[in-house]
């Protein structure tokens, strides 16, 4: 497995911007996402980027957030921005050694949590108005 450390979450006004980073270690993962999870809620795909690959959105993010890999530091991030109370929640960093199309079974989307094996603690959004 990967092991994953995220960190940058915190509170921030409608509007505002955070930077979320999700360090590696362990393995190199091939496919990395960003998933979140607000209360009472089941966990959802954000965004997800592969080595050399394309990257993938929910439909309510794109145009805001932008998910990049720095190869050299093995690291991810997650770059929110006109944020909303709506994605106040605990995102979470998932990565697999497999291909993206792979872990989601070719399926089109991020595919499902259980299908990522490695996991990060996961880090908090707040977003207030």
């Known amino acids: 497995h990967v092991q994953l450390v995220e960190s940058g979450g915190g509170s921030v006004q409608v509007g505002g911007s955070l930077r979320l980073s999700c360090a590696a270690s362990?393995?190199?993962?091939?496919?990395m996402a960003w998933f979140r999870q607000a209360p009472g809620k089941d966990r959802e795909g954000v965004a997800q980027i592969e080595t050399g690959g394309p990257t993938t959105y929910a439909e309510s993010v794109k145009g805001r957030f932008t998910i990049s890999k720095d190869y050299a530091k093995n690291t991810l991030y997650l770059q929110m921005s006109s944020l909303k109370p709506e994605d106040s929640a605990t995102y979470y960093c998932?990565?697999?050694?497999?291909?993206?199309?792979?872990?989601?079974?070719?399926?089109?989307?991020?595919?499902?949590?259980?299908?990522?094996?490695?996991w990060g603690q996961g880090t908090q959004v707040t977003v207030s108005s």
């Open positions: 362990g393995y190199t993962p091939y496919c």
């Open positions: 998932a990565a697999d050694t497999r291909r993206c199309s792979v872990v989601t079974g070719g399926r089109p989307g991020m595919g499902r949590p259980t299908q990522y094996t490695s």
